[in-house]
């Protein structure tokens, strides 16, 4: 019983830990070097974030990259 109940319990933890989603700092390469984003950006929004790019007022849209890639 202590083996199943012990078993149910690390799969419960495991899933839990798989579902979170991970969280990045962003930045993007502007003229005048490399520029933080503010906050952090977490699963989608995160994949979001480098796939659109950042737009700056100006219309120029930057490339993003999220976390060490």
Do not use: R, W
């Not at 995160?46 to 737009?55: I, R, S």
């Amino acid at each position: 019983m202590k083996t199943k109940l012990f078993f149910a319990a690390t799969l419960l933890i495991a899933s839990v830990a798989c579902n979170k989603d991970e969280c990045y700092e962003c930045h993007y390469d502007g003229p005048n070097g490399e520029v933080e984003l503010e906050g952090e950006y977490c699963g989608q929004e995160a994949e979001d974030m480098e796939n659109m790019g950042f737009t700056a007022t100006d219309g120029t849209v930057y490339v993003v990259h999220c976390g060490e890639h």
